[in-house]
């Protein structure tokens, strides 16, 4: 039901037989783990589907930049204050390589922000929801740049070269991440009984969207199969919900918190952790634009998009200038 509710994607998977000579010289490069450049000949699916997962990743990044800017003004310490103002433009920065990465595929940064803009492009999930405490930064850090890792890690050997390559300098950034957030938070969990349990209620509120960040079960991944296929993708998002599953928990324990999730054990048979069941209303009621705090992170995107408009003015003034100059010069 849901996979109908978001399919936008390939609906069909070409047998090689069905390629044309081009679509299967194409694939067996991406077989072969040969990177695809921008001026190659690429099916028309796999620019569009790049084009897609690159921007929404993008839009993530700069999105994401949102809830932890709401703590920079506020962070406990003049040390805590300038690590999250580096992390932040971090994310920025993030969103720059992608955005040019996405551009090598013809599209304009303009056109990409004009859809975040108007609402139409989608961005990770996980931003909408709201930064209530101090607690709250280091739960990101832990778990949603952990999840961000767990996924993007992989993804370095993406098919794509530009993306694959922007990938390897941002996962080394964001285990820098994770790890300032890792930080902050074990300084709560030891901390006060207070402080321990403002841990402990960001882990409550950050563990369930967290999985969510992966995307829906295998079973209604519309895009999983094709990307994968594509290696646009190279793990299902299944298997990297359990991954990070298998990886967090331990972490929580040594924290001295506690996963809410009654139904999570160790599994001795499968070598993995057992967990509850997504609440999986909640995520496409967000990916729906209906998330606690969709209408609010849209609003101050566009605020921020048109408050910058005399910057963009000025540098296009700025680049007539300079050509007529030339163009005189050159007269
Ligand atoms: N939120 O068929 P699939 C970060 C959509 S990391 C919203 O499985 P696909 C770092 C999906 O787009 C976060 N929408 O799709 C940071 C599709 O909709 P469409 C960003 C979601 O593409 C940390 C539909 O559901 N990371 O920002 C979500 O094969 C801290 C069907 O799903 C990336 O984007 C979701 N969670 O797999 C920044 C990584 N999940 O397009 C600041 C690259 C699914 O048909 C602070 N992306 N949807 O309308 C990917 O790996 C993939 O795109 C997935 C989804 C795994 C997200």
Redo the contacts with the bound molecule.
Sequence with gaps: MYAQM????VDHIQSKEEMSPEERAFQERVDADIKIEPKEWMPEAYRKTLI??IS??AH??II??Q??GNWITRAPTLERKAILLAKVQD?AG?GLYLYCAAETLGVSRDELLEQLNNGKA??????NYPTLTWADIGA??WL??G??IM??VP?QRCSYGPYSRAMIRICKE?SF?QRQGYDALTKLAQGTPEQKQMAQDALNRWWWPSL?????SDAE????AQ?MRWKI?INS?DE?RQKFVDQTVPQAEYLGLTVPDPDLKWNAERGHYDFGEINWDE?YQ??AGNGPCNRQRLRTRVKAYEEGQWVRDAADAYAAKKAARAKAKAA
Excluded at 122 to 127: A, P
Excluded at 212 to 216: A, E, H, R, S, V
């Design positions: 978001v399919k936008t994607g897609r997962q929404q990743h993530s990044e994401g930049m809830p932890e994310e993030h989608k961005y990770s999930s996980i931003f990101i850090g949603v740049d999840a961000a996924n993007q993804l964001e991440h969510m960040m992966f995307g829906p991944s519309v895009h999983s990307s993708k998002n990297l995520f967000v990916i």
